[in-house]
Every structure is written in C-alpha cells, then in structure tokens.
C-alpha cells in the first residue's frame, strides 16, 4: 500500500471528530489492507510502529528533528525554529517548508507503507556511536522523498504526537467492524485479547484470520505482558462490609506494581503499564529464579523499597530503580528490595483469571517459597468485622504503607480498573498524581530551566487534561540527595514533549506524572478545572504511570467536597 493512501486515511480522521466515523474510516482501511501489510497498517493508524510493550524508543527530540528538517527542505535552522515557534506543530512546519521547496527539487519517489515502517524501526535500532548523526540522516533523507502531507504525518509519528484523535478504544471497535460482527460479543472478544495480548497488531491479523473463536481462544502467551487489575476507591470499610459481607483485606503495599512471568530459567518483569524492566531488578530476578517453585508462572506484586533492616522505603527512593540503565548493581546495593506477591494468573500451563481470590491465593501460596522480609505474600485478613479492619488498616499505615486493598471473595481476575472486586483505602488528604501539561521559563536563579510547573488533571468524560495548579516547590536547585529532582533534570525531560511556546507559557504533551502533596483544594476561575491546589508541592516523579493513571477532576470534586465537610 502507499503510504499516500494511510496519509489521506490520516486526513479523513483529522477532519471527522465523531467516534463513529472515525471507526468506519479506519475499519475500511483494514478491510482493503493486505495480510501482509495489516499489522503495519494498524500500528501506523495509531502514530506508533511497535507493540506499546516492546519497550523500544525512537529517541528523537524536537531539536533533533528541527535540524533533520532543515536538512531535508534546504532552508537554515533558524527559518525552521520561527516557523516552529509561529506554527507550534513541526508536522505543519515541514508541510509548509516541502512545499516551498517542491518547485525546484527533484521528482519525489513513491513511498510505501512498509519502507516507511522499516525506516522508522530502524531509529529505535541504532545505537552506539555516532547515534545522533545516524539518526538525523536517516530522518531526512525519509524526508526529502516524502511529499508535503507525508512529511507531515511523518514527523508527527517520529515525535509520537500523530493528533489524528485515533484512542485505542476506537482501534478495538474498528477491527471488530471490519472483521467480525458489529455488536457487543465481537467488541469484547477484542477487548479480550487485547487485554491478554496487548499487540493490536497481532490482534487484527488473528480477528481476520480466525474470527471471534479465534480471538476467544488465546491464552496468556509467557514473555508478553497482560493488563493488569486495578481498582476502584472505598468511601469506608463500613459501606464495602455492608456490600459485600466478608472480604480478604491486604496492605496497599506502597511501591511497584510487578507482573513476573517464569518459564524455566528464563524471568520477566512488567511494571503496570507493561514496561519490561527486567534488566533493572537483577536480584529480583534471582529471587524469583531460587524461590518460584513451579516451571512455567506470571505472578503480581509489589516490589517496595528497604533499608538494611527491612524497614520499607518511600517511593521516590526506589523510582531511581525503576528506568535507570546504568550503575545497576551499585543500586541493587543501595536499595534493596522486597516483593509482596498478591496475585497469579498462569500456573504452568493452567490459565487462572476464572478462579476466585481465595483459590488464587492458594495457587500462589503453592507456587513460592517464602523468604521473611524480601519474598512474602501480601499481608492478608478475611473477615467481615469493621474494628479488625480498622486495625489492619492502622497497622498498614503505621508500617509507612499506603493503607488498604479491599478484596471481594469471589472477584476473578478482570483487567482494568472500573471492574468491581478490588476497592482500595487510602486517608483523605492523600497526594494526587497529576500530569504536567505547561510550565513557564525560570528566571533569576532559575534561568534558562522551566521553572514552574501547570499541572493536569483528567476530564474523563472528554478524555482531555485540565489546569489545577501551577508547582515550583518540591524541585530542587540543586542536587543534595538521590532522589532529588532538580529544575534542570525535569526540563529535560520535558523538552521533548514541548508542543508549542509563546512568550508567557510553554505547552506540554501529558505524558509526565508527578505525586504531588498540597495544602487545601479551592475553587478557582482562573484554571479551566475550577480548581486549584493551594501549595502544591512536588514528591515524585511516576515513572511507573502513565496519563491513563491521572487522578480524575471528579476526584478533585470529591476531595474539594470531602475538605469542606471536616472544616
Ligand atoms: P493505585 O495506583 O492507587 O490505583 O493502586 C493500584 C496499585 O496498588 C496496583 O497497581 C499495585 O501496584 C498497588 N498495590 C499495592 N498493594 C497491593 C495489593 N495488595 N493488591 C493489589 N495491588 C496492590
């Protein structure tokens, strides 16, 4: 297929905002791809070209690409940087400066979807020395073949910013359209698989090739992750007790969520946004390797943080763990850890999301070999007495963990989180993880870093972030312990996400979450929430969430509402 046809696709969904339509569009565009070319075509639709999971990263910042654009069309980087800084898109910007320069170059060749693929694969391949250079080349010589548009959705897709409005909801309505029955079966046989196997790709290819059957009968693949359960919030023990009678309770243990997978010596780990980290927790890896007992599994729980005498950590101590790629073992030392396992849903080759909690537990209980303080079950109680878990839930706090996880008896495992069987506790005052939307340039001791933060939270209804505060306290100058976050650090994490900037504010895609603790929530006309925290304060960068864990404004009501009742 060319990609001239993905580019018009691509156009066709800019312009139509309605769900609807947006299915129709894009199932029509799996209808008439290829076998070969499907699995392409559906990563492609949604700006991406690997399976979330795969971990890989096309690593290309905005200056990056503003020197490969100038490359491709000829003009210097200072034209590309204005137009950039006049048009906030870079999409736009090579759309404009192609066309300006089709008159004088050289007949274009026709490019195809799989070159295109190929190509952009390919910058998550190249490594070592010389990287950048590689890179850049390869960029703009995909440029300087590419039409105008094409250009276009090319650079949005490098950049990971397509804007076509294309969420994996629609991507799983439109393949049940195009190759299954437009009703509620087929859309949750996707949404099955999917869960189970978080390839859309993969998922199109089986749907076209072996219908709903098909997609009903696959099975935890070992090595791929799943998505995991989550849960909702519990007003009070009082309200889950009179719901539900008798109910396991846990400890909200208060640290990374880790799915295992085991298949003879061979571990995996997945943190819940199924982001292979494996190479980071190299004891948890032998652990697993000495003390899971059976041959094939996948497990969950939450690894925490410890100091030398097992007393737990906060978070931020053990997030430097988490994406850090270098100095591994020197952080195996410093931080050691303990894993809290309270799931599993795979033992050997006996798939378990259709038992019950308590089954499960036993299946869990048989599949480890428990080490007191470093490779435990989750502290557990069943019972349906209100003062015992209250108890449990001081205990929980006062061993620094984040309070409870209430557990329906009979809950099976369901991915997601507005589920039903898991219900979590937590004080009220609790800290929201928010995303960062905006930020202004610092001044002073500050210049040349951003130096206040706009925080977002989510409008689930929309699906957009909305302003709730602006932050500058909790990040550092300087650097005096570990995990600091300094001014500098965060800004350059954030350069690359940069959408647009005017002289007062700079726009951010949401994609960095941050635990942050405040004073007291007030209304407020000057955000578009309604809201804003007053003295927000930085704790930790989340780099175990994703926007999709983005506390909610209707949280931000309830906690409004909550603070109004106790005053
Ligand atoms: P939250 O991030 O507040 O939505 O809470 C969900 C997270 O709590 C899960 O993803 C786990 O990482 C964590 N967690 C801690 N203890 C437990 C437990 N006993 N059962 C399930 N999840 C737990």
């Known amino acids: 297929m060319k990609y001239q046809e993905l580019v018009e696709v691509y156009q066709d969904l800019e312009k139509n905002s309605s769900k609807i339509k947006k299915t129709e569009i894009i199932a029509n565009l799996m209808k008439k791809t290829s076998d070969d070319e499907l699995q392409k075509v559906v990563l492609l639709i949604q700006g991406i070209v690997f399976p979330k999971f795969y971990g890989y990263e096309l690593g290309i910042a905005i200056q990056m690409m503003i020197k490969a654009i100038a490359k491709s069309t000829g003009h210097?980087?200072?034209?590309?940087?204005?137009?950039?800084?006049?048009?906030?898109?870079?999409?736009?910007?090579?759309?404009?400066?192609?066309?300006?320069?089709?008159?004088?170059?050289?007949?274009?060749?026709?490019?195809?979807?799989?070159?295109?693929?190929?190509?952009?694969?390919?910058?998550?391949y190249i490594e070592g020395v010389g990287t950048q250079d590689k890179k850049l080349n390869l960029i703009s010589e995909l440029l300087s073949f590419a039409k105008p548009k094409e250009a276009k959705y090319i650079v949005r897709t490098i950049l990971g910013d397509l804007r076509v409005g294309v969420a994996e909801g629609i991507i799983r309505d439109a393949i049940a359209k195009a190759f299954l029955e437009d009703d509620k079966e087929s859309k949750d046989a996707v949404d099955y698989a999917l869960n189970i196997y978080?390839?859309?790709?993969?998922?199109?290819?089986?749907?076209?090739?072996?219908?709903?059957?098909?997609?009903?009968?696959?099975?935890?693949?070992i090595g791929q992750p799943i998505q995991v359960m989550l849960g909702e919030k519990a007003e009070s023990i009082e309200e889950i007790i009179k719901n539900f009678g008798k109910i396991a309770a846990e400890f909200k243990y208060d640290g990374m969520r880790a799915q295992i997978h085991k298949d003879g010596d061979k571990i995996w780990i997945y943190t819940r946004r199924l982001e292979n980290v494996t190479k980071q927790f190299p004891d948890l890896v032998k652990l697993c390797k000495d003390n899971i007992k059976v041959k094939r599994c996948v497990l969950e729980g939450e690894v925490v943080g410890v100091d030398k005498n097992y007393q737990p950590?906060?978070?931020?101590i053990l997030s430097q763990r988490i994406q850090r790629k270098y100095d591994i073992e020197k952080m195996v030392e410093e931080i050691p850890i303990q894993i809290n396992f309270f799931d599993i849903v795979l033992y050997e080759d006996e798939q378990l999301l259709d038992k019950n909690l308590l089954e499960r537990r036993k299946y869990l209980e048989k599949a480890i070999k428990q080490i007191p303080n470093r490779f435990v079950l989750a502290k557990q109680i069943i019972t349906d007495k209100v003062n015992e878990l209250k108890k449990f839930y001081k205990e929980s706090l006062n061993a620094k963990q984040e309070g409870l996880f209430l557990k329906v008896i009979e809950s099976k495992y369901v991915f997601g989180r507005k589920v039903g069987g898991w219900y979590k506790l937590k004080p009220t005052m609790e800290t929201l993880d928010l995303a960062i939307i905006g930020a202004t340039w610092g001044t002073g001791k500050r210049a040349g870093w951003m130096g206040s933060f706009i925080l977002g939270c989510k409008d689930e209804k929309t699906g957009k972030f909305l302003?709730?505060?602006?932050?500058?306290?909790?990040?550092?100058?300087k650097?005096?312990?570990?995990?600091?976050?300094?001014?500098?650090?965060?800004?350059?994490?954030?350069?690359?996400?940069?959408?647009?900037e005017d002289a007062s504010q700079i726009k951010i895609k949401p994609k960095v979450v941050i635990s942050v603790d405040y004073q007291e929530i007030q209304k407020s006309p000057n955000y578009d929430s309604g809201f804003a925290l007053r003295f927000p304060r930085f704790i930790s960068l989340r780099e175990d969430k994703g926007i999709d864990d983005v506390d909610t404004i209707e949280r931000i009501k309830y906690l409004y509402n909550m603070q109004k009742k106790s005053k």
């Open 76 to 124: 210097e980087i200072k034209r590309v940087e204005d137009e950039f800084k006049k048009l906030g898109d870079l999409g736009v910007v090579v759309e404009k400066l192609t066309e300006e320069k089709k008159q004088s170059v050289l007949v274009k060749k026709e490019l195809d979807i799989s070159a295109v693929f190929k190509n952009l694969q390919e910058l998550a």
């Open 467 to 477: 302003e709730c505060g602006m932050l500058g306290t909790g990040v550092k100058e």
């Open 479 to 500: 650097k005096t312990a570990e995990t600091d976050i300094t001014f500098k650090e965060l800004t350059e994490i954030l350069k690359p996400l940069i959408i647009s």
């Open 198 to 221: 978080p390839d859309f790709g993969e998922v199109a290819l089986i749907a076209k090739s072996k219908g709903i059957e098909g997609l009903k009968k696959i099975k935890i693949k």
């Open 313 to 316: 950590l906060p978070f931020q």
